[in-house]
Every structure is written in structure tokens, then in C-alpha cells.
């Protein structure tokens, strides 16, 4: 892998030159959006959560911010940046969304829409613990290196579907926030794998 370190501008001109391919598999109605947050410094960050233990559904898994479309939400955009003011506190008007990466299925039956956004590196981060049990940052140029997310073929219902798995530090990365990580990798990289 290039030794160069990666920066804002470099990650912004691949991301907007590569256009995510479409999908072509029928997708849930249910809809929900998840903020993926790069993090503006000289060397970019990727801002990452893990959930609360206490919640319903994922707890205490890694993920992006976000949550379920509401009936008054006018667009995904809105959905995923009002989620992350319920549990981060950044203000919708910190974030600039820069574009979105195609819709995921989760587990729980939801179609979920990536949108990436650029967001200070000054801002200070206020949990809601009720939702969040950490916030931490993940060097951009390490989360995006491919080789760093293994496969995991499991068989749910008949049908085989494949997960990703990455550690970073303490945190466990896998499932859906992985894959989301790892399509944002294939996609600044041109669609083909970038080496390890």
C-alpha cells in the first residue's frame, strides 16, 4: 500500500470522482440513514461510536450514528444528521454532507442509507449516554485498508451472507459498519480492492 499519508483533499477528490454503482437487488422499505464522519485534520479520521448496552437492538456494537427515517423527516440527509445531533450534540449546520454510498440491508430488516460528511476537527463531542457508550477516532487511512476486514461467510434462513470483522484498538468492528467502511474503501480506491 502507498506509504504517502492520506489526506482530506486526497480522500474528497477519490470519493467524488468515484460514483457508487448502483444496486441492482430489491431493497426492505423500511428506511433508515447512518452519518459516516470524516473528521478534517491534516491526516483525516473516520468517527466511530459504540452503542449502549442497554439499547433494543445492537448493543454495545460499533457504529456510525444514525437511526430509523421519521415520518417528518423530509430526506435521509436530514434523518441521519438530526440522529447524530440526538447522539453525538454536532449541529446539523458542523456537517458537510459530501455525498452517499449505496443502501445496505441490516439485520433488523432496514434499508440503510450511507451519508458521508465532512465535520470539523475542533468540534467536542457530548454522548448521549442513554445511546452511546463511546466515541472514539480511527485514522481514515487505516480504516480504509481493506486488508484489514476479514470475511465471515454465515448461513441465516437458508441463505448465505457474508460479514466483514476488523479490530481497532479495544473496539470490534463488524457487520453492517465494516461493510459500510470497507464499500467506502473500494469505492475511493476505484472499485477494485487497494492493497494491504
Not at 49 to 70: E, N, W
Not at 86 to 99: D, H, N, W, Y
Not at 107 to 119: A, D, E, M, R
Not at 120 to 145: C, G, I, S, T, W
Amino acid at each position: 500500500m502507498n506509504k504517502t499519508p492520506m489526506t482530506l483533499d486526497d480522500f474528497l477528490t477519490r470519493f467524488t470522482l468515484q460514483p457508487p454503482q448502483p444496486i441492482t437487488q430489491s431493497l426492505p422499505t423500511r428506511r433508515a440513514a447512518v452519518l459516516v464522519p470524516i473528521v478534517a485534520r491534516q491526516a483525516p479520521g473516520l468517527l466511530l461510536t459504540r452503542r449502549a448496552d442497554s439499547l433494543r437492538t445492537h448493543a454495545g456494537q460499533v457504529a456510525f450514528p444514525g437511526g430509523v427515517m421519521d415520518p417528518t423527516d423530509h430526506s435521509l440527509i436530514f434523518t441521519a444528521l438530526r440522529e447524530t445531533q440526538e447522539e453525538l450534540a454536532i449541529p446539523p449546520s458542523c456537517v458537510r454532507v459530501v455525498g452517499t454510498l449505496p443502501n445496505v440491508t441490516s439485520s433488523t430488516g432496514f434499508q440503510v442509507t450511507p451519508i458521508v460528511g465532512i465535520i470539523p476537527d475542533n468540534l467536542r463531542y457530548h454522548a448521549n449516554k442513554d445511546e452511546v457508550a463511546a466515541v472514539f477516532e480511527m485514522p481514515l487511512q487505516e480504516a480504509l485498508r481493506p486488508g484489514r476486514y476479514s470475511p465471515l461467510d454465515i448461513h441465516r434462513e437458508g441463505i448465505q451472507h457474508r460479514v466483514w470483522l476488523s479490530w481497532f484498538e479495544e473496539y470490534f468492528i463488524w457487520g453492517m459498519t465494516a461493510g459500510i467502511i470497507r464499500q467506502l474503501s473500494q469505492q475511493i480506491s476505484g472499485g477494485t480492492a487497494m492493497r494491504n
